[in-house]
């Protein structure tokens, strides 16, 4: 991804239980926008649900800081849904290289 200056930045795509979709974008968009001023990268929801899939893919673009800042404050918005969701799943990313996919819900059962 080029993002201004023609420096090259790193994306990384993490699977987002669809239990935690909508606390991720929030009511008209609003979390989302938020995660994004607060890390500084780019962040992307697919739109669309893959049938039958558990998860839905969410990008992160930006520099290696804000793409951890943002995994960071997902992951922080997952574990609370988590919580209200009385523990039926469980969140668990580590990072991982520039371009890899990483999933929220490693352990989603």
């Known amino acids: 991804m080029e993002l201004g200056g023609g420096d090259v930045y790193p994306s990384k795509i ?3 239980p669809n239990e ?3 606390r991720i ?3 008209g968009g609003t979390m989302i926008k938020q995660l994004a001023a607060q890390s500084g990268a780019r962040i992307k929801m697919q739109k669309q649900q893959t049938l039958g899939s558990p998860t839905r893919p969410l990008t992160l ?3 290696p800081l804000a793409i951890s800042a943002a995994q960071g404050l997902i992951m922080e ?3 609370e849904a988590q919580q209200r969701a009385n523990g039926s799943w469980n969140a668990d990313a580590t990072p991982l290289s520039s ?5 929220a819900a490693a352990a989603y059962g």
């Open 25 to 27: 974008i929030g009511k």
């Open 77 to 79: 918005q997952i574990n």
């Open 20 to 22: 935690a979709v909508g």
């Open 14 to 16: 993490i699977n987002i």
């Open 61 to 63: 673009e930006g520099s």
């Open 99 to 103: 371009g890899s996919s990483l999933s």
